[in-house]
Nanobody, 122 residues
Framework: QVQVVESGGGLVQAGGSLRLSCAAS????????MGWYRQAPGKQRELVVI???????TYADSVQGRFTISRDNAKNTVSLQMNSLKPEDTGVYFC????????????????WGQGTQVTVSS
C-alpha cells in the first residue's frame, strides 16, 4: 500500500509566501513523477507544477517565476515554495504522484493526497 501526504498551507496575505511539502510512502518500486494540482471553488482541478524522474519540470503559466518545486529522491518528497502569492492562487492544493508500487504490473499509477487549503487574502 502506498500513500501521498501533504503538509503546509494556510492563510497568507497577497505578496506573501507559503511552503507545501509532500511525502510518498509505502512499498514503492519507482516514482515517475510528482507534483501539485490545485482546485479553486467552482473550478476544475488544474496543474500547478510537475517534476519528472528525469528532473524536468512543467509549470503552469500562472505560477511560472513565482513557484518553485524541489525534490528529495532519497526521501520520496517534494516541496513547493510559493512566493508573491496572489488571491487567485487560493484553492485546495493536492499532491500528485505517479508511481509503481511493488507487486503492481502497471508502471504508472496515479495517487493523490487529501489536499491542503491555501488562502491568499487581498
Amino acid at each position: 500500500q502506498v500513500q501521498v501526504v501533504e503538509s503546509g498551507g494556510g492563510l497568507v496575505q497577497a505578496g506573501g509566501s507559503l511552503r507545501l511539502s509532500c511525502a510518498a510512502s509505502g512499498s514503492i518500486r519507482s516514482i515517475n513523477a510528482m507534483g501539485w494540482y490545485r482546485q479553486a471553488p467552482g473550478k476544475q482541478r488544474e496543474l500547478v507544477v510537475i517534476i519528472r524522474s528525469s528532473g524536468t519540470t512543467t509549470y503552469a503559466d500562472s505560477v511560472q517565476g513565482r513557484f518553485t518545486i524541489s525534490r528529495d529522491n532519497a526521501k520520496n518528497t517534494v516541496s513547493l515554495q510559493m512566493n508573491s502569492l496572489k488571491p487567485e492562487d487560493t484553492g485546495v492544493y493536492f499532491c500528485y504522484a505517479n508511481m509503481r508500487p511493488y507487486g503492481v504490473l502497471n508502471p504508472g499509477n496515479d495517487y493523490w493526497g487529501q489536499g491542503t487549503q491555501v488562502t491568499v487574502s487581498s
